[in-house]
Nanobody
Framework: QLQAYGGGLVQPGGSLRLSCAVS????????IGWFRQAPGKEREGVSC????????YYDDSVRGRFTISRDNAKNTVYLQMNSLRPEDTAVYYC??????????????????WGQGTQVTVSS
């Protein structure tokens, strides 16, 4: 089971940290991705962190502003979001990535999804 939390309302330029808490299995062996879905839009990949060496991947729209990290001891993955923009407004989801994938941002490479957490960037 995955549970995403930490969303909220923030002003443009502000920061939020999302957490994805994993239970029922050990996080160590899983790559985790963050996705988001804005109203009327497709769910899109935001970032991913590998299980093996901690490699990270970002969508161009968030690179340099968002940072993904993991704490296997706490069974939690984080998404630090800085310099938030109104276009970052969406429901954010975390998910476990299937092994041997090649496109980190493809939804079909993920199997277990948490419930989303709403992020709203507005003044």
């Amino acid at each position: 089971q995955l549970q995403a939390y930490g969303g909220g309302l923030v002003q443009p330029g502000g920061s939020l940290r999302l957490s994805c808490a994993v239970s029922g299995f050990t996080l160590d062996y899983y790559a985790i991705g963050w996705f988001r879905q804005a109203p009327g839009k497709e769910r899109e990949g935001v970032s991913c962190i590998s299980a093996s060496d901690g490699s990270t991947y970002y969508d161009d729209s968030v690179r340099g502003r968002f940072t993904i990290s993991r704490d296997n001891a706490k069974n939690t993955v984080y998404l630090q979001m800085n310099s938030l923009r109104p276009e970052d407004t969406a429901v954010y989801y975390c998910a476990t990535r299937k092994p041997y994938g090649s496109i980190w941002s493809a939804r079909y490479e993920y199997d277990y999804w948490g419930q989303g957490t709403q992020v709203t960037v507005s003044s």
